[in-house]
Structures are given as C-alpha cells and as structure tokens.
C-alpha cells in the first residue's frame, strides 16, 4: 500500500497571494465568486446592465451643463465637450465603482472567508470582474456616440488595451490594500466613498490636463488615472488629440508600484483575516 506524505509549510512572498499553481488549483471557485457578484449587483435591478450606460453617460450630461454651458470649462482643440468628458467618464466610472465596492469586499465575505479556504485575492479580484463586464459595456457606448458625433478613431485605439492594464493595475493595487485594511479598520468603508469624490476632481476629467503647467501637469500623472482618461481621449477621439505619452508612461509606472504595494500588503496581513473577521 502507497502512503503519500503531505508536507505543510508557510508560504512566502506572494505564495498567498498570486501563485499560479494556486490561482490555477482554485481557478473554478474564482469564476464562481465573480459571476455571483455579477449577478448579485444586477438580481433586483430593475434598468440592469442599463446602469452601466446610464452612469457616465448621466454623469457627462452633467458636466456639460454645469462645468462647460454655466463654467465656462472648454475641451482640447475643438473637442466637443460631451464626448470629451464621455471618454474619461468610461474608466473612470469603472475605477470609483471598483474601489467603493472592493473595499468593503472581504468585511461582506465574512462567512465564505471565515469557512473556506481560498486564495483570498479572488474577491476583490471579483469586484473587479463584474465592473469589466459594466466598462465593456459603456466602452462600446462610447464608440457608439463617437461614430455618431463623425469621429473615426484612428489607429491609436489599439492603445486601449495597454491604457485597460495600466487601469486594472491600479485598481487591484488599491482595492487589495483597501479591502485589506477595512478588515482590520472598519472606518475605511467610510473614508472611500469621500476619498473617491476628492480623486475625481483632481483627475482632468471635467477639464483638460493642459490647464495645468509643466512639470506639474507631468508630475500630477502620478495618480494613475490621469494617465489612464487622457489616454482614452487620445485612443477614441481621432486625431484631435495629442498622444499623451508621457503622461501615461508615469502612470503606468505608478499603477505598477500601487499594484506592488498593495499586494505586499495584502499579504502581510492575509494571514489574520479569519481572526479579525
């Protein structure tokens, strides 16, 4: 008779948090934990998938009337306003919806966490997941009302891609470290929500980042998104606008720290998440 001996030992590093062999063992629960938050945000909805349109297409409408007819506020180089808020809006409402929700992820868990285990990682990560299906939808909502507007984006929308990973980079980095540190501090539920409205302003996306002199304007891509929405423009609008490379090359440097430290943390503190819960 063949005996096997299994051997426990901890993990290091990020072993509890991106290990592929683990995320590939758990590979299953993950899809399941991220088509159950896709259908819990939508069960009792009664515009369902709708909202994913109607927030920064509601938002835009907003910012136009208040921002550019009353404010005064004006686009880059002849843009109209609509679609120039319209393209920063779409990532943006993704990245506010994410962190406002992932962070109160793991507190919202408790039983699943306290029961099972699991890569941990797989609930915010699920957050994120559903908020991917509402950004597919509004980015295509978007391309809709450019085409509609008689913009033809140009080979610059290839870019997209790489500007959805400087994103979801940023947003994994954040949301692992928020969702860490609510589990522990119970007041960061509190604190996301205004933090949120405070990052939508000092991110151009009801006014251009050209407003801001330089080197500020290239320092102030230290917050990811601005990066991110003036990529988007540039990517969706034509060649209205210049490509803002520098801009998203120092967010895409900051995601990546964001995205690093964030995991670090999300590590450091895994291990007492079933205690503290």
Not at 23 to 42: E, F, G, K, M, N
Not at 163 to 175: E, F, H, Q, T, Y
Not at 251 to 256: N, T
Request: avoid cysteine; charge should be positive; aromatic fraction near 12%.
């Amino acid at each position: 008779m063949n005996s096997e001996t299994i051997r426990l030992q901890p993990t290091r590093g990020f072993g509890r948090v991106l290990a592929p062999r683990e995320l590939w063992r758990y590979r299953d629960l993950a899809l399941q934990i991220a088509a159950r938050d896709v259908t819990v945000r939508y069960r009792q909805a009664a515009l369902g998938a709708a909202w994913a349109v109607l927030q920064p297409v509601g938002l835009m409408v907003v910012f136009t009337i208040f921002f550019n007819r009353l404010g005064g506020i004006e686009s880059t180089n002849g843009v109209p306003y609509a679609l120039f808020t319209l393209a920063a809006l779409v990532p943006w409402t993704f990245y506010s919806t994410v962190l406002t929700l992932g962070a109160d992820s793991l507190v919202t868990n408790t039983e699943l966490i306290a029961k099972v285990y699991f890569p941990r990682i797989f609930i915010p990560i699920g957050v994120m997941a559903a908020g991917l299906i509402d950004f597919a939808v509004s980015f295509v909502i978007l391309l809709v009302v450019v085409l509609i507007y008689g913009t033809v984006p140009t080979a610059a929308i290839l870019m997209v891609p790489v500007l959805v990973a400087i994103m979801l980079a940023a947003s994994l980095g954040v949301v692992a470290a928020l969702s860490a540190a609510n589990v522990r501090y119970r007041d960061i539920r509190y604190i996301v929500p205004f933090a949120v409205q405070m990052w939508l302003f000092v991110t151009p996306i009801a006014y251009a980042s050209e407003i801001i002199g330089e080197p500020w304007r290239t320092i102030s891509a230290i917050n990811p998104m601005v990066g991110v929405v003036e990529g988007f423009r540039w990517a969706t609008l034509g060649s209205e606008l210049a490509a803002p490379w520098a801009l998203m090359g120092v967010s895409a440097a900051s995601a990546a720290i964001l995205f690093v430290v964030g995991l670090v943390y999300f590590d450091r503190v895994e291990r007492t998440f079933a205690d503290l819960i």
